[in-house]
């Protein structure tokens, strides 16, 4: 038997998907506008396009890139960001590159990277690992800052070296705090990828959504939109599911009550 | 399993006049700048020099900001001296070992290990195998009283409970030297109480060497053989005062002893009238 406020929290997604559809709907029947289909049409063309082989080929070579992106950025970036959190002298020699590279949009360097390495998977990647490492490092710096020193101390004392602490403290106890970048990361994983997508057009999830608008498809334009989103909302519940499970031993027992009345 | 300790370094005690007890521990003219500002020094140890005997137990007392904790630190190896030197058996101490096991007031226990895993880890490290470890951590777990908690994680705990985890924790490597500063500090009264006399009794035992920080002077004089008093702004030692009361003690016996009493009370009036004589700092 579930009580009343685990119900509400399990179908309170479900609702908002639901009350943001019905908005979309009563806003696309008053505006009877040719570019803004209705909710329902737009739900309509969803099974025309993953049943289309060739749209699904490009949907999965778009996640391909996206994995292969955001996985060699989390390997990079973890360790650089925790030698930074422990390290003065890393610190000050890469902070500086990345307060540069920070407010650059990762998209904006693509048509570069495009003379330098084509339009093909290699530079798609390459934006999508740039997207990526930035928060990443970011949050697992601040998490190695924040170790408590005397835990490392504590490990000292039992014998371990410089490196076994870095990797059996520094990183488990910046875990939550890394995961917290790896988690934004990942939106930014798919948010650039639909922009390289836009930008080399060849082939990807993006490479539909932007041929459906140039023909003026607008049903397949939204149904896409649709897709891109539910994609992101399950590879993000999905994440925080493997999340939870590995830093359980940080997460409050109790939610925050909003008053004691 | 458990390592007998060498006695190589015998011929250096030769040569000073025989002790009863050999020196395990020595702080040498031991001094601590600390950089305050860009210009501004701030002398938190002046030239301390304190041996400590194999199977002491001593305290360190003194008012907060005297350089309790810095020079638990140096022992510890944590850190080093601006001047001086702390030394181990003989040898020169650089760095942190097993063979001195800190207990911080802070816990510092690892959050994301179960009480088991906390106290399994430095067996672990130190490569005795995992069942060993196991079973020797659990048998530690009982010892301080947490019994069926094993599987519990930190956060999950009350203080107390994690200040005897942390005991645990350094106890399971075997330190020949246990550095507890202010363990006790941050406890109720009551829990407190039980602790020191299950610190009391797990000491007498096995007597390890223990040197421990605390702001309590019933503390002081209940655990302690030697109590090491220290004044503020230089941190200096004021005096060192042997406890010469029976073992086994039991509290509930020595706070009726007037030889305890005297003893607390000879030191809280020391402490008072340094600091009418004290200027302000
Ligand atoms: N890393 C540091 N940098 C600068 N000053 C420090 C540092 N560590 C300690 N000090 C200073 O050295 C003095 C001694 O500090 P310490 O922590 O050893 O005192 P304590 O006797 O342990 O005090 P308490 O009883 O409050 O724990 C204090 O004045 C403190 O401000
Ligand atoms: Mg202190």
């Given at each position: 038997m579930m009580s009343p406020a685990t119900l509400t929290r399990r179908i309170a997604p479900a609702l908002a998907c639901v009350g943001l559809l019905m908005v979309w709907q009563v806003a696309s029947l008053a505006l009877k506008n040719d570019s803004f289909p209705t909710a329902i049409e737009a739900i309509r063309a969803i099974p025309d396009i993953l049943g289309d082989k060739e749209s699904l080929i490009n949907i999965l070579a778009s996640l391909r890139r996206m994995a292969i992106g955001f996985g060699v950025a989390v390997l990079f970036s973890i360790p650089l960001g925790l030698l930074m959190g422990r390290s003065r002298a890393v610190a000050a020699f890469f902070n500086p590159l990345l307060m540069i590279i920070y407010?650059?949009?990762?998209?904006?360097?693509m048509p570069i990277i495009m003379l330098w390495l084509g339009v093909g998977d290699v530079t798609k990647t390459l934006v999508i690992f740039l997207g990526v490492s930035l928060p990443v490092i970011y949050h697992s710096f601040e998490g190695a800052k924040a170790v408590e020193e005397k835990m490392l101390w504590s490990g000292a004392a039992m014998g371990l070296s410089p490196l076994q602490r870095l990797v059996r403290i520094v990183l488990p106890a910046a875990l939550p705090e890394i995961l917290t970048g790896c988690r934004t990361g990942l939106v930014l994983a798919l948010i650039t990828m639909i922009t390289s997508e836009m930008i080399a057009r060849q082939s990807g999830a993006g490479n539909i959504l932007f041929n459906a608008l140039d023909m003026g498809q607008y049903d397949t334009v939204f149904a896409m939109i649709i897709i891109v989103g539910a994609m992101g909302i399950c590879l993000d519940a999905l994440f925080d599911q493997v999340r939870a499970r590995l830093v359980r031993w940080s997460e409050p027992q109790f939610d925050m009550p909003l008053s004691f009345s | 399993m458990k390592v007998v300790p060498s006695r190589s370094n015998e011929w250096v005690r030769s040569v000073t006049p025989p002790k009863p007890a050999s020196a395990i521990i020595e702080i040498d003219r031991v001094s601590q700048v600390f950089q305050?500002?860009?210009?501004k020094h701030h002398l938190?140890?002046?030239?301390i020099s304190l041996t400590i005997e194999e199977g002491a137990f001593v305290s360190i007392l003194g008012p907060s900001g005297c350089g309790k904790s810095t020079l638990l630190y140096i022992v510890g190896g944590f850190v080093s001296p601006t001047s001086g030197a702390a030394r181990i058996k003989g040898q020169a101490i650089t760095r942190p070992g097993p063979d001195r096991g800190p207990v911080f007031q802070e816990f510092a226990l690892f959050p994301w290990k179960t009480v088991l895993g906390n106290v399994m880890y430095g067996p672990l490290q130190q490569g005795v195998r995992a069942s060993e470890a196991d079973a020797q951590s659990r048998a530690l777990i009982e010892m301080v009283g947490l019994k069926g908690y094993e599987n519990f994680y930190p956060k999950e705990l009350s203080g107390g409970m994690k200040q005897r985890v942390a005991l645990a924790r350094t106890l399971a490597y075997h330190p020949e030297v246990l550095l507890m500063d202010e363990p006790f500090g941050a406890l109720d009264a009551h829990t407190r109480t039980r602790l020191q006399n299950d610190l009391l009794n797990i000491w007498e035992r096995d007597r390890k060497t223990v040197l421990f920080v605390t702001h309590s002077v019933d503390e002081a004089v209940f655990l302690s053989d030697k109590v090491v008093m220290m004044s503020k702004s230089p941190g200096r030692i004021r005096q060192v005062i042997d406890i010469d009361l029976p073992r086994p003690r039991r509290r509930n016996e020595l706070l009726l002893d007037p030889r305890y009493q005297k003893y607390v009370v000879d030191i809280e009036r020391m402490f008072d009238e340094s600091d009418k004589a004290g200027s302000p700092s």
């Open positions: 407010p650059v949009p990762k998209a904006a360097l | 305050t500002s860009a210009r938190a140890l002046s030239e």
